[in-house]
């Protein structure tokens, strides 16, 4: 047996199901959505030693309090072990489900143990049943800790496994446009934070379009003025970094990775095999953990042609975000077209501050109905993230501050010019 399959067998586990328990997960769609996982008190167990026999049952009905506090009451809790206690969230998958086992096995620990260490944070996934066990892997809680932080850093869950090196070498980049204008793209990473749970779900690249003769850092409206191919320029070179990153965003124990592009660049054939073909974004890893998140719909963009574009990039995705500009009926064509999110962007935001704050509040109010996701992104400060919640938006995210700007020379690491 080869030593990653040693691996993997250390990490997973069988644990013995109640009967009731066990029909009710196998009835339901919660196991393949990352929304089961398995809290264990062994850590509790281990020091209380001889008198845990006296003492295990004011620790369970402890943690039956905690889990009352942080579950919704639809969800299900159940005591599976002596030291075991199982969670099916019916609201939250993947890592936002790990965060709240996560804080409620914090939270019992702190107060029986007095402190928590990383590693007795005993968090497994539920990946499976057999033969009435359910097949849990055990999970890295320091990727969920690291999860929570609002911006990108070393510690950011995709970039464990990131050469510096080779992210320097695809940011940033520079081009010449069709008419003569030299623009340099930087990338950088936004946490997208669920306001429900606290924990970054999903990590978003965001393209930065600088004019080099002036300095001046182009917004979304500029960029969109330019030629279909000086687009799809920016568009292939996002691409190319983002295939730094899609392998570790697979799965449910990672945030997901936001990849921005173009309608007009995606809504080809040409695009889409450019999505496909770029090195290090193979079919498997854009459907195991890549979203695409189209930058440019408008209420002008055809109803009819959006929806068929957006059906075959979920094809190839794990799902599709329209990113809509705050303007009146901006949302009127996207009914119809499933996408798993909608996003409105701050630097889309403009004019007094009871204007922005109406802006949100009626992208709010509009596009809730539309999408499960919803999103304010590119915010300039963490106060914003409250009129996010009051807007009874899902998500929220800081504009990005690249960590390792510093260290890097100001000039651009490749060129090329877009005829």
Known sequence: MSRDANDQDDLTQRLALPAPVLHRLAGSELITRGSVNVISVKAVRAWAGDWWGQKRGDVWTYVERKLSEHLDRSDMRARISDSEFLIAMNNDQGLAAQATSVRILEDVLKHLLGSV???????????????????????????????RARRDSQRSPVRREVEASDEARRNPVAFTTGSGAALRVDFTLEHVISLRRNVTTAIRIEPVVTHLGSGRQANMRAVGRLPDRDIAFIDEATLKYAALFARGAQGNNVPDLILPASFRTLGTQRGRDMLTGTPGLSLALLRGGVMIELVDITRGTPAGR?????????????????????????????????????????????????????????FGRDARPLAPMTTLQGLPAEGYFAAAETAGLTHAALRAVHPLAAARAAAPRSTATAA
């Open 117 to 147: 260490e990383t590693d007795d944070l005993g968090i497994s996934a539920v990946i499976g049943l057999e033969n009435g066990e359910a097949v849990c892997r055990q999970i890295d809680a320091a990727t969920v800790l690291a999860a």
């Open 306 to 362: 959006l929806l068929e574009v957006v059906g075959l990039l979920k094809a190839l995705t794990r799902g599709v975000i329209a990113r809509v500009p705050a303007e009146k009926d901006a949302l009127l064509g996207l009914k119809d077209a499933r996408l798993a999110g909608l996003v409105l962007d701050a630097s889309d935001l403009t004019g007094s501050a009871e204007r922005i704050a109406l802006d949100i509040m009626n």
